[in-house]
């Protein structure tokens, strides 16, 4: 296990879905973690479960005044900040119209405002510790079109390029800036935006997870710890030498279409085009 004792570290969104996953993994890695959300049930018993080296602080990410206080409490408490994963976010209603600008400034103070606002407020405290490690939750969505809707998709495309630019910006402070591009990780998520309950949608996210086999490469559901283990490679000294870039953890969903990795897909596109049975097995190499 990667080694983050005497690291804090903050988390947005921490009490669900990744962010919890990624609250769990650092805490276990060694670090002392604060869990920044707006669930205040959930997250009160996630630092009563945890022990003495976590805490729970209500934040509306979207609240300026809210990040401030709750970034001033992390420091008040733990005595400064060494990495932020700014995950907190939720994509607008599949159905919603991708050109309705009220929508789609919502999802931009959500998903890409709040991140502005995690930095804004980790930097100070990691220049004075001599640097730290900033980790934005971006998502496959944000390099295909495809892959989300409308409004979540450009925004976590902005956030590819913001950690980039920030990137560039605070190498002099040795604070590094990464993205993690998350592939199909079963969480609420989806279900949310499907319009479900809470519990309708977690019910969904274990459905998910149960019919996600075949739908990338590697024949497993992708998880929350699969996103928590990248956060603790970024916050941890073995990426020292790594700014500016993005991971996707998805599986190998996108390494290339469908039918790069799928023969049944590769067949019906052949067959789609006038190859014969014998030609399509001799190009994927299945013939005997």
Request: aromatic fraction near 6%.
């Amino acid at each position: 296990m990667i080694d983050l004792k005497e690291k804090v570290a903050v988390v947005t969104g921490g009490c669900s879905g990744i962010g919890r996953g990624a609250v769990q993994i650092l805490h276990r890695a060694g670090a002392r973690v604060a869990c920044l959300d707006v669930q205040d049930e959930k997250g009160h018993a996630l630092a009563d479960a945890l022990g003495g080296g976590a805490l729970y602080v209500h934040a509306d990410v979207t609240a300026e005044h809210e990040v401030a206080a709750a970034f001033g409490r992390v420091v008040e408490r733990f005595g400064g900040i060494d990495v932020v994963f700014n995950n907190a976010g939720a994509a607008e209603p599949l159905d919603s119209d991708p050109f309705d600008l009220a929508i789609f400034a919502r999802a931009q103070k959500l998903l890409v405002e709040s991140v502005v606002l995690g930095i804004k407020y980790a930097v100070p405290s990691m220049i004075a510790r001599g640097g730290g490690s900033i980790v934005n939750t971006a998502s496959i969505a944000g390099l295909h079109a495809g892959y989300g809707p409308f409004a979540y998709s450009v925004a976590k495309g902005a956030v590819i390029h913001l950690s980039r630019v920030a990137a560039a910006a605070l190498a002099k402070h040795g604070i590094r800036v990464n993205a993690i591009c998350p592939g199909l990780i079963p969480t609420a998520i989806f279900g949310r935006a499907l319009g479900d309950s809470i519990a309708d949608a977690d019910r969904r996210a274990r459905d998910i997870g149960e019919r996600a086999h075949g739908f990338q490469p590697i024949r497993v559901a992708g998880s929350p710890d699969d996103i928590g283990y990248a956060v603790a490679y970024f916050a941890s000294d073995l990426s020292r030498f790594v700014t500016g870039q993005f991971l996707a953890v998805d599986g190998g969903l996108t390494v290339g279409p469908r039918e790069a990795w799928d023969d049944a897909a590769a067949v019906a596109n052949w067959t789609r085009i006038g190859l014969s049975e014998e030609q399509i097995a001799t190009m994927l190499g299945t013939q005997g």
